[in-house]
């Protein structure tokens, strides 16, 4: 079987000889350039003449399409018993040859075209013989005698096709069929008692030729067995194969199969095992809902199995059926066959947590809002104008109705149902967990219900922000955010005796019947000031339908002068309005950092820049809750950018530093802050106003501010006090100890920078023993500080986080180069090195906490796992449960939470730049790396970047720390598995092959010497000690763990690739030494033993090939003439020639 030698080009040869093999009609189907209609017409013609002759070719050319290349005889009319009796003897024939994956699943680049080239040949061949030998008594009979007994893959997939073709030509004959009766029943009704004879001649043609077409759409069904025995077929190739046919054979023959004696079967497969053929049932499904003649006949279907593909939109495990259950689910919604109670439910979707999924369901949400919201919240504001109005008020008020506004409330009123849905079911189903604590501000609980937030990338945005986002290209209205910015700086709150007040529940107050339409509840104008600042951050970020870089730039540009200029004055009225709010105008306080400032002295508005600076700080000295402190900050760095007005912030910004240091040291006035109890109130106020000190010195170089006073009132060294709380372990005070970590960082930070200014070169830098005393004693104070917390065993698991994050931050910046190219002693004096102990503490410390995030990461895919088998239904087998719950396992990015992911980031990144840069030893990256495989992509991609810098660094200093590196870390990941701390060890197996990319060596024929070739065989022997003292260790304790240990020789193996004689021959004879030294037999042909018989072999197969290759180069020098001159028109023997011929060169010899 292949591709023939002499390519078939129809263009130049119009009919071909068939051979009754087969092959030549397999051939020209197989070439890409075959002219397939004329392949068809030339086997029909062959046909015409026999039948006989004919029939064979096409039923061996089936066979070979099967990948066997075995032929049956000429003699095809036989009963069905001797078919079968045939087939079993090829595939006896079949089992004995060595093949490869059969044509139609086949990765071959000869195979790419065949299964499209091989369905068209059997669609045309129909469309030719339809109105011939379709209907004979020998084509249709004996094909589907042959085809049907096959019925494995690819004969099913040719019997579903020509099965789908057929439905073509029977859809035309029902065409004809309704017709003909039509007209017979007419003539009968016309012809009642008349005896004319033309009549009945009449009447009976069309009895005729009623009864042919009746037993010609019966004579179709022949394949339709196919469809019945492959559906659940134990392949779900085949099953995916048939579901997808039966979708297209309703839309072909709607007469006969769109009826719910076959739409259940697609329903049915609704729960395969398999997501693939899920994915063909919601496929075909979508084809069928999408023509509209179908839906009457579509709403049984719709009822018995709403609930089922309700279900998979909202849980499905796998995100690639998930998509296209949410995108049927529009359809059908489309087609008015959803009910409101399922509308609600589907539209949550909008609030998941992934990006793929809230895309998916935006044009569902698109509609809803629009049927269910949008037009009666319009409807609803006219007719409450209408009433009890004059025309002329009647319409004057209609003219006046803003609908965009209209528009922006029914929005609102969307999101706010959703929230609260998702609220519920959470209470719902977490109804046994500890509620939040009952005295939390109502401002800030209200806030935290309206804006449960995701962490993305270095910072948080909230779910209404997500749903924004993906609903940006559908939703048109977000698009006019000057509507909305100028809806929310109006007040359309009752007024009451002079004072605003808010509508209540109970409240019946005469009003403006438009202004009532306009006005939103508390909920809907929180969601709203997020909805508006989110549409203002896509702006100035995403732009579509440009690919000029320079053009986006500029249209990026534009759209933000347009905000700044708009914003400039409707912000003074967002920040006065709700100033009092925390939850709003912490988003309001995120619109400075999206404007361009400029703006202000473009529009000669400078009294306006000031009064903006000023309400600025009035609301970060106020407020308390850590969103506002953090955005205000955010605006003040950001307007601090513009040199322009720096003379107009100078004076503000001391007299914040000055408030709110005066402020911190007032309420840290407690004697004995160190180990004194603190009161809640004390908790609260410390806490805020340390949570204000660190994000104002984030933003600001506060120094000088903070280290005024004496030591005991220094800020600094109050903050390092606070700090030295956490190891009280009080949680009610880990948000004070988080803020004093943070803090303390920051401020080292503006430490140096004030020795280092960025425009001086460090050899320039010159500064007094003093001032390098001062920083060094706050520097080592708070190091120790902090090295306490992440050391502490009992402390919170986020403080020690930080702890760790922070100090491995202040051991990289000084020991930074500025440190060590300058000529001042006293800079030089600054360099920080980690002690050798405490890289070994805070390495065991790493440790021990990706251990803990394990723990979560295993709980998380536990809870998935009993969802999984919460959603099987009863009569699944237990297999499915396991593998879908495998499954599970795997796509551990789609299972670990974004703020647990982050954790696991930051500990491990932190210890792997670390050892990157040379704060701690390189060998402790082992810690990290080990981990590959258990924590998602994330972790993998960091460790696989990790792993190929340091092989960048071996090719310039070396193997050596690579090799450390590498057999470290597989030691510890391959202990994971023997310690039973994951149940297999496909994670070693893979880090292994990321190791063994790394340690490519040159070809084993390169004999230049190799300095790194030493670690490489160290490499093994250590592996090899290991395994052997692990042996030992376990045989004496459980043999089951000692078997285990045998499975390392397997990565073990991955690392040989390419290493030379000498070192295969060393690490040999140190494996041999080590079983003999240690008492360890090895038993022959015994499977756990596997892994050790193929790292041997390996060695071996190394061993013999260098053999091979000195044998090839001995017999070239012993052939050489030793009394003979060579001719001078010999040229010199190529050696690569000779080792790759492997033969010596004859023609040595003279005459």
């Given at each position: 079987?292949?591709?023939?030698?002499?390519?078939?080009?129809?263009?130049?040869?119009s009919s071909?000889?068939?051979?009754e093999?087969g092959?030549t009609?397999f051939?020209?189907?197989?070439?890409?350039?075959?002219?397939i209609?004329?392949v068809?017409s030339?086997?029909?013609e062959?046909?015409?003449?026999s039948?006989?002759?004919?029939?064979?070719v096409?039923?061996?050319?089936?066979i070979?399409?099967c990948g066997?290349?075995?032929?049956?005889s000429?003699?095809?009319?036989?009963?069905?018993?001797e078919?079968?009796?045939?087939l079993?003897?090829?595939q006896?024939?079949f089992?004995?040859?060595?093949m490869?994956?059969?044509p139609?699943?086949s990765k071959s680049?000869d195979?790419?075209?065949?299964r499209k080239?091989?369905?068209?040949?059997?669609?045309?061949l129909?469309?030719?013989?339809?109105?011939?030998?379709l209907?004979?008594d020998v084509?249709c009979e004996?094909l589907?005698a042959?085809?049907?007994?096959?019925?494995?893959h690819?004969?099913t997939?040719?019997?579903?096709?020509?099965m789908?073709?057929?439905?073509e030509?029977a859809?035309?004959?029902?065409?004809?069929f309704?017709?003909?009766r039509?007209q017979?029943i007419?003539?009968?009704?016309?012809n009642?008692?008349?005896r004319?004879?033309?009549?009945?001649?009449?009447?009976?043609s069309?009895h005729?030729?009623?009864k042919?077409?009746?037993?010609?759409?019966?004579q179709?069904d022949?394949?339709?067995?196919?469809f019945?025995?492959?559906?659940?077929d134990?392949?779900?190739?085949?099953?995916?194969e048939?579901i997808?046919?039966?979708?297209?054979w309703?839309t072909?023959y709607p007469?006969?199969?769109l009826?719910d004696?076959?739409?259940?079967?697609?329903?049915?497969?609704?729960s395969?095992?398999?997501?693939?053929?899920?994915i063909?049932a919601i496929?075909s499904?979508?084809?069928?809902?999408?023509?509209?003649?179908f839906?009457r006949?579509?709403?049984h279907f719709?009822?018995r199995?709403?609930?089922r593909?309700?279900?998979?939109?909202?849980?499905?495990?796998d995100?690639?059926?998930?998509?296209p259950?949410?995108?049927?689910l529009?359809q059908?919604s489309?087609?008015?066959?959803?009910?409101?109670?399922?509308?609600?439910?589907?539209?949550l979707?909008?609030y998941?947590?992934?990006?793929?999924?809230r895309?998916a369901v935006?044009t569902?949400?698109m509609?809803?809002?629009?049927?269910?919201?949008?037009s009666?919240g319009?409807?609803?504001?006219r007719s409450?104008?209408s009433?009890?109005s004059?025309?002329?008020?009647?319409a004057s008020?209609?003219k006046n109705?803003k609908?965009?506004?209209?528009?922006?409330?029914?929005?609102?009123?969307?999101?706010?149902?959703?929230?609260?849905?998702?609220?519920?079911?959470?209470?719902s189903v977490e109804?046994?967990?500890?509620m939040?604590d009952?005295n939390?501000s109502?401002?800030?609980?209200n806030?935290?219900?309206?804006a449960?937030?995701?962490?993305?990338g270095g910072?948080?945005?909230s779910?209404?922000?997500?749903a924004?986002h993906?609903l940006?290209?559908e939703?048109?209205?977000?698009?006019?955010?000057k509507?909305l910015?100028e809806?929310?700086s109006k007040?359309?709150?009752?007024?009451s005796?002079?004072?605003?007040s808010?509508?209540?529940?109970n409240?019946?107050?005469?009003?403006d019947?438009?202004e009532?339409g306009?006005?939103?509840?508390?909920?809907e104008?929180?969601?709203?000031?997020?909805v508006?600042?989110?549409c203002?951050?896509?702006?100035v970020?995403?732009?579509?339908?440009?690919k000029?870089?320079?053009?986006?730039?500029?249209?990026?540009e534009q759209t933000?002068g347009e905000?700044?200029?708009?914003m400039a004055?409707?912000l003074?009225?967002?920040?006065?309005?709700y100033a009092?709010d925390a939850?709003r105008?912490?988003?309001v306080?995120?619109?400075p950092s999206?404007m361009?400032?400029?703006v202000?002295?473009?529009?000669?508005?400078?009294?306006a820049?000031?009064?903006?600076?000023?309400?600025?700080k009035?609301?970060f000295l106020k407020h308390?809750?850590?969103?506002?402190?953090?955005h205000a900050?955010?605006?003040?760095?950001h307007?601090?950018q513009y040199?322009?007005?720096a003379?107009l912030m100078?004076?503000?910004?001391?007299?914040l530093?000055?408030e709110?240091v005066?402020n911190?040291?007032e309420?840290?006035?407690?004697n004995?802050?160190i180990?004194?109890?603190l009161?809640?109130?004390?908790?609260?106020?410390?806490?805020?106003?340390l949570y204000?000190?660190?994000?104002?010195?984030?933003?600001?170089n506060?120094?000088?501010s903070?280290?005024e006073?004496e030591?005991?009132?220094d800020?600094?060294n109050l903050?390092?006090?606070?700090?030295k709380?956490?190891?009280?372990?009080?949680?009610e005070?880990?948000?004070i100890?988080?803020?004093?970590?943070?803090f303390?960082?920051?401020y080292?930070?503006w430490?140096v920078n004030?020795?280092?200014?960025s425009?001086t070169?460090?050899e320039?830098?010159?500064?007094?023993t003093e001032?390098?005393e001062?920083?060094m004693?706050?520097?080592?104070n708070i190091v120790e500080?902090l090295s306490?917390?992440?050391?502490?065993?009992?402390?919170?698991?986020?403080v020690?986080?930080?702890?760790f994050?922070?100090?491995c931050?202040?051991?990289?910046l000084?020991?930074?180069?500025?440190f060590?190219?300058?000529?001042?002693?006293?800079?030089?004096?600054l360099?920080l090195?980690c002690?050798?102990h405490?890289?070994?503490?805070?390495a065991?410390?790493v440790?021990k906490e990706?251990e803990?995030?394990?723990?979560?990461?295993?709980?998380?895919?536990?809870?998935a796992?009993?969802e999984?088998?919460?959603?099987?239904d009863?009569?699944?087998?237990e297999q499915?449960?396991?593998k879908r719950?495998k499954?599970t396992?795997?796509?551990?990015d789609?299972?670990?939470?974004?703020?647990?992911?982050?954790?696991?980031?930051?500990t491990?990144?932190?210890?792997?730049?670390?050892?990157?840069?040379?704060v701690?030893n390189?060998?402790?990256?082992?810690?990290v790396?080990?981990?590959y495989?258990r924590?998602g992509?994330?972790?993998?991609?960091?460790?696989?970047k990790?792993?190929q810098?340091?092989?960048?660094?071996?090719?310039?200093?070396g193997?050596?720390?690579l090799c450390?590196?590498?057999i470290?870390?597989?030691?510890k990941?391959?202990e994971?598995y023997?310690?039973?701390?994951?149940?297999t060890?496909?994670?070693?197996?893979?880090?292994?092959?990321?190791?063994?990319?790394?340690l490519q060596?040159?070809?084993?024929?390169?004999?230049?010497?190799?300095?790194?070739?030493e670690h490489?065989?160290?490499m093994?022997f250590?592996?090899?000690q290991f395994i052997t003292?692990?042996m030992?260790?376990?045989?004496?304790?459980?043999?089951?763990?000692a078997?285990?240990?045998i499975?390392?020789?397997?990565?073990?193996?991955?690392l040989?690739?390419?290493?030379?004689?000498?070192?295969a021959t060393?690490?040999?004879s140190?494996?041999?030494e080590?079983?003999?030294?240690?008492g360890l037999?090895?038993?022959?042909?015994?499977r756990?033993?596997e892994p050790?018989y193929s790292?041997?072999q390996?060695?071996?197969?190394?061993?013999?090939?260098?053999a091979?290759?000195?044998?090839?180069?001995m017999?070239i020098?012993?052939?050489?003439?030793?009394?003979?001159r060579r001719?001078?028109?010999?040229?010199?023997?190529d050696?690569?020639?000779?080792?790759?011929?492997?033969?010596?060169n004859?023609?040595s010899?003279t005459?």
């Amino acid at each position: 079987m292949g591709t023939p030698e002499s390519p078939i080009d129809q263009s130049a040869q119009s009919s071909m000889e068939l051979d009754e093999s087969g092959q030549t009609l397999f051939e020209a189907i197989l070439h890409p350039n075959s002219a397939i209609e004329t392949v068809v017409s030339d086997w029909v013609e062959a046909y015409t003449i026999s039948a006989d002759a004919a029939l064979p070719v096409i039923i061996n050319f089936i066979i070979r399409s099967c990948g066997c290349n075995r032929s049956v005889s000429a003699d095809v009319h036989v009963d069905d018993d001797e078919i079968v009796k045939t087939l079993e003897e090829l595939q006896e024939a079949f089992d004995k040859e060595t093949m490869s994956d059969y044509p139609l699943v086949s990765k071959s680049r000869d195979f790419k075209k065949f299964r499209k080239s091989l369905l068209e040949f059997f669609h045309r061949l129909i469309k030719q013989v339809k109105h011939s030998i379709l209907y004979d008594d020998v084509f249709c009979e004996r094909l589907q005698a042959w085809i049907m007994a096959m019925s494995r893959h690819t004969a099913t997939t040719i019997a579903l096709a020509l099965m789908t073709v057929l439905c073509e030509t029977a859809q035309e004959i029902q065409s004809e069929f309704n017709i003909a009766r039509r007209q017979l029943i007419t003539e009968q009704n016309k012809n009642k008692g008349a005896r004319n004879t033309r009549n009945k001649d009449r009447i009976n043609s069309l009895h005729a030729q009623t009864k042919e077409l009746e037993d010609k759409k019966n004579q179709l069904d022949g394949f339709l067995g196919a469809f019945f025995d492959g559906y659940r077929d134990v392949e779900a190739i085949i099953r995916a194969e048939c579901i997808r046919e039966l979708g297209l054979w309703i839309t072909k023959y709607p007469d006969r199969f769109l009826d719910d004696i076959y739409l259940r079967y697609l329903g049915w497969q609704l729960s395969d095992k398999t997501p693939s053929t899920r994915i063909e049932a919601i496929k075909s499904l979508s084809r069928v809902y999408a023509n509209e003649t179908f839906i009457r006949n579509l709403r049984h279907f719709t009822e018995r199995f709403k609930s089922r593909l309700l279900e998979m939109a909202l849980r499905e495990s796998d995100i690639n059926v998930r998509i296209p259950s949410i995108q049927l689910l529009t359809q059908i919604s489309k087609a008015g066959l959803f009910e409101d109670e399922d509308r609600a439910k589907f539209a949550l979707l909008i609030y998941s947590d992934n990006s793929k999924i809230r895309k998916a369901v935006a044009t569902f949400i698109m509609s809803t809002l629009q049927e269910d919201y949008i037009s009666i919240g319009l409807e609803k504001v006219r007719s409450a104008t209408s009433e009890g109005s004059t025309r002329r008020k009647k319409a004057s008020s209609a003219k006046n109705i803003k609908e965009d506004w209209v528009k922006f409330k029914c929005f609102a009123e969307f999101l706010v149902k959703c929230g609260a849905e998702i609220k519920n079911e959470r209470l719902s189903v977490e109804e046994e967990d500890h509620m939040e604590d009952e005295n939390e501000s109502e401002t800030d609980a209200n806030y935290g219900d309206a804006a449960i937030t995701q962490r993305i990338g270095g910072g948080k945005k909230s779910r209404i922000g997500l749903a924004v986002h993906d609903l940006w290209s559908e939703l048109s209205l977000l698009h006019d955010w000057k509507s909305l910015a100028e809806y929310l700086s109006k007040d359309h709150s009752l007024r009451s005796g002079g004072s605003l007040s808010r509508l209540s529940d109970n409240e019946s107050v005469p009003s403006d019947p438009i202004e009532e339409g306009y006005r939103l509840s508390e909920e809907e104008e929180t969601v709203l000031v997020e909805v508006l600042v989110s549409c203002l951050k896509l702006l100035v970020t995403e732009v579509t339908n440009v690919k000029d870089k320079k053009d986006v730039e500029t249209q990026l540009e534009q759209t933000r002068g347009e905000i700044s200029r708009t914003m400039a004055k409707l912000l003074p009225r967002l920040l006065t309005k709700y100033a009092p709010d925390a939850g709003r105008i912490a988003e309001v306080l995120q619109i400075p950092s999206i404007m361009g400032v400029e703006v202000y002295m473009d529009l000669r508005m400078n009294k306006a820049f000031s009064s903006l600076v000023d309400d600025i700080k009035k609301l970060f000295l106020k407020h308390t809750h850590p969103l506002v402190l953090a955005h205000a900050a955010e605006a003040i760095r950001h307007i601090m950018q513009y040199e322009n007005f720096a003379s107009l912030m100078e004076t503000t910004l001391s007299e914040l530093q000055e408030e709110v240091v005066i402020n911190f040291k007032e309420e840290c006035e407690t004697n004995g802050l160190i180990d004194s109890h603190l009161s809640s109130d004390q908790v609260h106020a410390i806490g805020a106003s340390l949570y204000r000190l660190e994000q104002l010195i984030s933003v600001i170089n506060a120094v000088e501010s903070v280290e005024e006073g004496e030591d005991d009132k220094d800020v600094s060294n109050l903050v390092v006090t606070l700090a030295k709380r956490g190891l009280l372990g009080i949680p009610e005070e880990e948000k004070i100890v988080l803020s004093a970590i943070n803090f303390l960082w920051h401020y080292i930070l503006w430490k140096v920078n004030n020795i280092f200014p960025s425009e001086t070169e460090s050899e320039d830098i010159d500064i007094s023993t003093e001032i390098a005393e001062n920083l060094m004693k706050r520097r080592d104070n708070i190091v120790e500080a902090l090295s306490e917390l992440v050391l502490d065993e009992a402390g919170s698991s986020n403080v020690r986080r930080n702890a760790f994050i922070n100090t491995c931050n202040i051991y990289w910046l000084f020991s930074s180069d500025i440190f060590y190219s300058s000529d001042n002693n006293n800079v030089t004096r600054l360099r920080l090195t980690c002690p050798s102990h405490m890289q070994r503490h805070f390495a065991q410390y790493v440790e021990k906490e990706l251990e803990r995030l394990r723990g979560l990461v295993d709980a998380a895919i536990t809870h998935a796992s009993e969802e999984i088998a919460n959603d099987v239904d009863e009569d699944e087998e237990e297999q499915v449960v396991e593998k879908r719950t495998k499954t599970t396992k795997k796509d551990l990015d789609a299972i670990i939470s974004l703020d647990l992911k982050y954790s696991i980031m930051e500990t491990a990144g932190s210890l792997l730049r670390a050892t990157r840069i040379g704060v701690f030893n390189a060998d402790y990256t082992a810690t990290v790396v080990c981990q590959y495989g258990r924590f998602g992509n994330d972790v993998d991609e960091l460790i696989r970047k990790v792993v190929q810098e340091f092989k960048e660094r071996a090719t310039e200093e070396g193997s050596s720390i690579l090799c450390r590196v590498c057999i470290d870390s597989m030691q510890k990941s391959f202990e994971l598995y023997v310690d039973d701390k994951t149940s297999t060890m496909e994670s070693t197996n893979l880090l292994a092959r990321v190791f063994a990319h790394a340690l490519q060596l040159r070809d084993i024929y390169d004999n230049t010497p190799r300095r790194d070739s030493e670690h490489i065989t160290h490499m093994h022997f250590q592996a090899i000690q290991f395994i052997t003292s692990k042996m030992v260790e376990l045989n004496n304790e459980e043999d089951r763990k000692a078997t285990k240990v045998i499975k390392y020789f397997k990565p073990l193996t991955l690392l040989l690739g390419g290493i030379k004689s000498a070192d295969a021959t060393r690490i040999n004879s140190k494996l041999q030494e080590e079983f003999q030294n240690k008492g360890l037999s090895i038993p022959e042909n015994e499977r756990e033993w596997e892994p050790y018989y193929s790292y041997t072999q390996k060695l071996h197969k190394i061993l013999g090939k260098i053999a091979e290759t000195s044998r090839i180069l001995m017999d070239i020098e012993v052939k050489q003439p030793r009394k003979r001159r060579r001719p001078a028109r010999e040229e010199r023997l190529d050696l690569e020639e000779l080792v790759h011929t492997q033969t010596p060169n004859k023609q040595s010899k003279t005459k």
